[in-house]
């Protein structure tokens, strides 16, 4: 935290060019765009992605460094734990990632750029079930209410692949629920290759659904977020079941909390 981020870093902007090559290439990740003709460069989206998973790895699919989407500005929203650690702190703002927040959300679609949110978050940690896919989005407005408020259309995105990238183990209980509320973080022991933090290399297919345009309202009502908070469940939902058969996972159920 003590040496401030260059953004603008060309050697950093290598590193990071370098990371979204290889990284995408590892797995291998497949980006599936349903509609390509309804982006337009020019404007800004709110690309809402599902499932978080150990970790949303597929997001790289997304990122303006992977150039695998037709947009010239993408930032991805992240928590503000993963920019305390020198050096990695870096790495992230690098590859285009900042602090999840209201403020960052609003800023960043207001001066042009897309922005890649994960609505269920950590939360989702705690409804994770091995052969199922879980989406804690019920409870989940905020993000439906900046899109609104700054008139940026909706993207439903699924990521098939991503919950076998890690096998993992958590604690059950009311305890560790009132600690991980507590920590604002959610305990949880993963791993990959060899017990190590590597990820297996299982195929990724990030799907991007079509925009959903919204009318925008500085002051939405409950009743407009709903609306359209309704639309996007119900698109993410069809996106699942659309591509689950081709994607490999015919017997996979999407839980919607």
Not at 65 to 90: D, N, V
Not at 140 to 148: D, K, Q, S, W
Not at 209 to 237: D, M, R, Y
Request: net charge positive; aromatic share 14%.
């Amino acid at each position: 935290m003590v040496v401030p981020v260059d953004e603008n870093s060309k050697w950093g902007h290598r590193l990071a060019r370098f990371i979204c090559y290889y990284a995408a290439g590892y797995f291998p990740v497949t980006l599936i765009v349903e509609d390509m003709k309804a982006f337009d460069s020019n404007r800004s989206y709110v690309f809402a992605v599902e499932p978080h998973s150990v970790l949303p790895i597929g997001i790289v699919a997304l990122c303006d460094h992977t150039g695998y989407m037709p947009l010239p500005r993408i930032k991805a929203l992240a928590s503000s734990a993963i920019f305390y650690t020198p050096l990695l702190r870096h790495i992230w703002s690098w590859l285009g990632l900042v602090a999840a927040s209201r403020k960052n959300f609003v800023k960043y679609l207001t001066s042009g750029f897309s922005c890649i949110v994960i609505p269920g978050g950590v939360r989702e940690i705690f409804y994770m079930e091995y052969g199922t896919e879980v989406a804690f989005l019920r409870k989940r407005h905020g993000f439906v209410r900046v899109a609104i408020e700054t008139g940026c259309p909706l993207v439903p995105v699924f990521c098939f692949g991503q919950t076998e990238a890690y096998r993992w183990w958590r604690p059950r209980g009311e305890l560790y629920n009132y600690l991980a509320r507590a920590i604002r973080f959610t305990p949880l022991v993963f791993w990959g290759k060899f017990g190590s933090p590597i990820p297996y290399r299982r195929p990724l297919q990030v799907v991007v659904g079509k925009p959903i345009e919204v009318k925008k309202n500085p002051q939405p009502s409950n009743e407009e977020v709903v609306e359209i908070h309704t639309k996007f469940v119900s698109a993410l939902q069809d996106l699942f079941e659309r591509h689950k058969v081709p994607a490999g996972y015919k017997d996979t159920h999407l839980r919607v909390l």
